[in-house]
């Protein structure tokens, strides 16, 4: 067939390709993909060109007309050539038109299959959308307790995703939620000034360390205390995130949390007050001896100027040992560790990651400001992460001596992916090692000197003795003899 006569026959509809196809549409709802017959004729009429009856023929000849006027044939002649040629270029550009509206839709068409095309070897195919819609029609229907919008259901759908990983670390944040985790790293919010963490153990979540003058302190909370409630709603199977958002409120608030603390008995409830915090994540004391104390209670961008800042005045107060303390210390940024590792460490490897696929990126230090007096590092169950990068590389360097108990053991990364929507996800998407190639994921990082923390000394006293760090002082003088 001549490719113009069908794409012609495609415009009235007769030809091969004038009937339906169904896709599949957005959503799960089915898409109607229909080819509409073609108009050859004005208003509305049928393109169908009908042969008019030729009427039979007689042999009588028909009456002579009345002689025209001189020059009136070739006037009529004329006129009708002229009538014949626009009535066969007004058919044309009907054509062309019909050709070029035809043209227009069935880009549009495809631009917008092209725009969401469901795989069907993927999880997202027609089946689980239409499921999806069975639970949300049931839903509709039934569910009795509340109202539920039709965003509840889609942030419900996304984190579900990533819960369906098994990864406590991987999870959806919507704009909102990623404001707030902004607001945090960036030192300050509103809340009660405690740092959570997630306990393996009862996958409940868990304080992991105290701001010292926060709410939290002022409130008796301590470290490994496990949040059960937060106002009455139960954290079981909570993401950190949600946790997190329960706690944080506007400023003057109060917060009861139900704690389950070791040596107790029963419940504890504590009701916390809310107000602005600003996160001091380094702090520098001058110690006697010559030694200095730097403690670090995260690892965020603003972390990396102040401990420079805090070595700085070390130095100008004449360091001759000193403590760093990660104990409580969640993690936080990569890039910040690295950076401050640079201001201690010799040439060499800091840390190295393998994504899923092989890759490895290399972080490198040059050397330039290796830590120049004898070095003792304070480490706990609750230095994860980002502290274990640090406590790692200084222990494969033999640089420093760690005191303490064995970490946390998280050896892997995530990274935060923003959308165009302002939602986020954050999502597990390497492992890292130590300049020796250890990782140390599910194992965490052994002291060199073993120091239990006496935790009944130290809140059965306003002195608050903390006989880790006295055994840490003990060390460091026996180095820098």
């Given at each position: ?39 050859g004729g004005r208003n509305g009429q049928s393109g169908e060109y009908v042969r008019q009856p030729v009427p039979e023929w007689t042999p009588i000849p028909p ?120 607001e945090q790293t960036e030192g300050v919010y509103f809340g009660i000034g405690a740092y959570i963490g997630l306990d393996e153990a009862t996958t409940l979540p ?276």
């Open positions: 067939m001549d490719e113009n006569k069908a794409y012609f026959d495609n415009l009235s509809g007769s030809g091969p390709e004038g009937n339906s196809r169904t896709g599949e549409g957005r959503n799960g709802q089915s898409g109607e993909y229909a080819r509409q017959s073609g108009t009456a002579r007309a009345p002689k025209a006027e001189r020059g009136s044939g070739k006037g009529l002649f004329f006129g009708g050539l002229i009538t014949g040629i626009a009535g066969a270029l007004l058919v044309v550009a009907i054509c062309y038109l019909g050709i070029y509206i035809q043209n227009i839709v069935e880009s549009s068409k495809r631009e917008a299959e092209a725009g969401f095309e469901l795989n069907e070897d993927s999880a997202l195919n027609s089946d689980t959308l239409g499921k999806m819609q069975m639970l949300e029609e049931t839903i509709d229907q039934y569910f009795y307790l509340w109202d539920v919008e039709d965003q509840d259901i889609r942030d419900g759908i996304y984190r579900g995703m990533l819960a369906s990983l098994g990864d406590p670390y991987s999870e959806y944040y919507t704009a909102e939620e990623l404001n707030a985790l902004m868990k304080i992991s360390g105290i701001i010292a003058g926060a709410p939290s302190e002022e409130a008796d909370l301590r470290a490994n205390d496990l949040i059960y409630e937060v106002d009455g709603v139960s954290t079981y199977g909570m993401s950190l995130t949600e946790v997190v958002s329960l706690i944080k409120g506007e400023e003057g608030t109060e917060v009861l949390l139900t704690i389950i603390r070791e040596g107790e008995s029963d419940y504890l409830e504590v009701t916390v007050s809310r107000r602005k915090v600003e996160t001091p994540t380094v702090q520098y004391k001058k110690m006697e001896d010559g030694m200095a104390y730097i403690q670090l209670t995260e690892f965020d961008e603003i972390s990396i100027t102040q401990f420079e800042k805090a070595l700085g005045d070390a130095r100008a107060d004449g360091m001759e040992g000193l403590i760093l303390d990660l104990r409580a210390n969640p993690g936080g940024s990569l890039n910040a560790v690295v950076e401050m590792a640079r201001m201690l460490l010799p040439e060499g490897m800091i840390v190295y990651t393998e994504d899923k696929n092989g890759k490895r990126s290399e972080y490198t230090c040059d050397g330039g400001r290796e830590l120049e007096v004898p070095l003792v590092v304070l480490i706990d169950m609750n230095s994860a992460s980002a502290s274990e990068i640090m406590a790692g590389a200084i222990k494969d360097y033999g640089i420093g001596t760690l005191v303490g108990t064995t970490t946390f053991g998280k050896g892997i990364v995530q990274q935060i992916i923003p959308f165009r929507d302002g939602s986020a996800v954050k999502i597990t998407i390497s492992a890292y090692y130590t300049p020796k190639g250890n990782n140390i994921h599910g194992i965490g990082i052994e002291p060199d000197v073993v120091c239990e923390f006496d935790g009944e000394a130290y809140y059965g006293s306003e002195d608050h003795p903390d006989n880790q760090l006295e055994k840490a002082k003990e060390v460091l003088r026996g180095q820098m003899r």
